[in-house]
């Protein structure tokens, strides 16, 4: 007792000695933890809404527009540079309207519907389950299928999976050959329906757990492909949808749960994406870090009904939301991304790499031209946004050691509860090379910042370092400044006998690697 309040001040003074000098001190832990950061963390999502399909990932084959047997060039390729190692489809609420079957065979018989969920468009379903499979085996991408449960049948998606996996001689298999494929595709993530307590079918927690269990049992492995079931999750704070789960599915073939959680603050009055005061800054990251709580709680239910971990959380849509851009189809969620938007992700992975004991997946909404996009088309014109930078730098940390810090910062207040730090940081170690991001959230002010580790030698050599950073916190990409934020080199470092000084800008993002 004695020694620990002994260490304890002795901590405390030399934090105080060093903050003296620095404005926030980091210590990582690089004896590490043994915990891996799964690269699902870095997950996408994609969705039958607005243009993230049609416009974003596919064209089609006769387009004007570059592509790739029908998938856009310029936007396949971002994708291969970014690494996504999962990506959902087709959705979001557009999943429990959708009807696999109206998206195979050839295009044009296929059936065409309205797109009730957002806005009515015409979904003429030229991309379907080929487009969407075949896609993700070219890029490497595990997909994660999300299954009908509100409009559909047992039967469906039981076909669905069949028609997915089987190699064997059955007529799903058969129709699958005749549409082209004969090997039966991979597919692990399947999701039971999306969103059951609202656009999913409006279910109570008790009734979508019967659900999930009919459903699940149809869902069957051909082959050797296992598939891993993902029950449709809670929003947010709804911890009793959680509990009610766990209690009712936990052994009962369920491997993931879901959760959703989006960086808004009021429902009725989302804000801009791209105009917004310093206090609205700082209130949507405070928002955005609020998950933390919220992943906590999910968890400590987790715990209680499964303490051996045999499910998994997956936070499979996050992501802020604001209000469509000026002139774009309101059903359609298109919005720009800024330097906020970039802190946003930022501290989102600095926080979701903390619980991936149970966190085991995330997905952000959407891939393309809708809410935090990573990419922005229009027409034969893309751009990369804030958000696709974080994405891209964060890489390092996919399948990395985390490496547990601490880290002492000045907090911003603002109007809500939780206060944003001045700094924060992610650590981890993969074959041998420490990788540290940094995030500087103050809007005026540089911050300097020191790393220590607990070992002297741990950290001796930079091999990289790169920041993302903009003179205004408003800049964004747009299709004539395609390259106003971007990452660029970083040099505002030095080895000191305290360890690595590292002097972040003004609202930036620093990533060093190194040994
Ligand atoms: O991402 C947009 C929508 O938000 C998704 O379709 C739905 O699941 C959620 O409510």
């Given at each position: 007792m004695k020694l620990s309040k002994t260490i304890s001040a002795v901590v405390a003074v030399f934090c105080a000695v060093t903050l003296y000098s620095q404005d926030a001190t980091i210590r990582i832990h690089d004896e590490g933890t043994g915990n891996t950061i799964p690269k699902e963390i870095y997950g996408q999502f994609s969705e039958h809404l607005g243009r993230c399909i049609y416009g974003g990932l596919w064209v089609g084959k006769d387009s004007e527009v570059p592509n790739i047997e029908g998938y856009r060039k310029d936007v396949f390729d971002a994708l291969?540079?970014?690494?996504?190692?999962?990506?959902?489809?087709?959705?979001?609420?557009?999943?429990?309207?959708?009807?696999?079957?109206?998206?195979?065979?050839?295009?044009?018989?296929?059936?065409?519907?309205?797109?009730?969920?957002?806005?009515?468009?015409?979904?003429?379903?030229?991309?379907?389950?080929?487009?969407?499979?075949?896609?993700?085996?070219?890029?490497?991408?595990?997909?994660?299928?999300?299954?009908?449960?509100?409009?559909?049948?047992?039967?469906?998606?039981?076909?669905?999976?069949?028609?997915?996996?089987?190699?064997?001689?059955?007529?799903?298999?058969?129709?699958?050959?005749?549409?082209?494929?004969?090997?039966?595709?991979?597919?692990?993530?399947?999701?039971?329906g999306n969103e059951a307590w609202g656009c999913g079918g409006n279910m109570t927690p008790e009734y979508y757990s019967d659900l999930f269990r009919r459903y699940g049992t149809y869902l069957r492995n051909y082959g050797d492909n296992r598939l891993y079931k993902v029950a449709s999750g809670a929003?947010?704070?709804?911890?009793?949808?959680?509990?009610?789960?766990?209690?009712?599915?936990?052994?009962?073939?369920?491997?993931?749960?879901?959760?959703?959680?989006?960086?808004?603050?009021?429902?009725s009055r989302k804000g801009a994406a791209t105009s917004f005061s310093d206090k609205e800054y700082y209130n949507i990251l405070s928002k955005a870090i609020e998950v933390e709580d919220v992943l906590r709680r999910h968890i400590e239910v987790m715990d209680q009904y499964d303490p051996q971990g045999r499910v998994d959380l997956l936070l499979d849509e996050w992501g802020t939301w604001f209000e469509v851009e000026p002139g774009t189809n309101p059903g359609h969620l298109y919005q720009q991304s800024t330097m906020r938007d970039a802190m946003v992700a930022a501290l989102s992975f600095d926080i979701f790499h903390k619980y991936t004991r149970r966190l085991k997946m995330a997905n952000i909404a959407q891939v393309v031209n809708v809410l935090q996009s990573m990419i922005l088309t229009d027409e034969t014109r893309m751009v990369l946004t804030p958000t696709y930078h974080v994405f891209e730098m964060y890489n390092v940390h996919q399948d990395a050691e985390y490496l547990a810090s601490d880290c002492i910062s000045a907090k911003t207040k603002c109007d809500r509860k939780i206060a944003v730090p001045e700094v924060d940081v992610t650590a981890s170690r993969k074959d041998g090379v420490v990788n540290i991001s940094l995030v500087n959230t103050s809007l005026k002010d540089s911050r300097k910042v020191l790393v220590s580790f607990d070992s002297v030698k741990a950290f001796t050599k930079v091999a990289s370092a790169r920041v993302l950073t903009s003179a205004d916190v408003h800049d964004f990409n747009d299709f004539d400044h395609p390259e106003s934020v971007k990452p660029a080199e970083f040099k505002d470092y030095k080895f000191t006998k305290a360890g690595l000084e590292v002097t972040l800008p003004p609202c930036s993002i620093v990533c060093i690697s190194g040994k």
């Open positions: 291969k540079a970014l690494k996504v190692p999962v990506m959902r489809w087709p959705g979001g609420c557009f999943a429990d309207d959708y009807h696999w079957m109206d998206g195979i065979g050839p295009q044009e018989q296929r059936a065409y519907i309205s797109n009730n969920n957002w806005g009515g468009t015409l979904e003429d379903n030229s991309f379907g389950t080929h487009e969407f499979l075949n896609l993700c085996e070219m890029l490497g991408i595990e997909p994660y299928i999300s299954g009908n449960v509100g409009s559909g049948s047992v039967e469906e998606m039981s076909d669905w999976v069949e028609y997915m996996t089987s190699d064997a001689k059955s007529s799903m298999a058969d129709l699958r050959r005749a549409n082209g494929r004969e090997e039966p595709w991979k597919v692990k993530y399947f999701g039971i929003s947010d704070y709804d911890y009793n949808w959680t509990k009610v789960l766990m209690q009712n599915l936990t052994r009962k073939g369920m491997n993931g749960i879901s959760l959703h959680y989006y960086t808004v603050i009021d429902w």
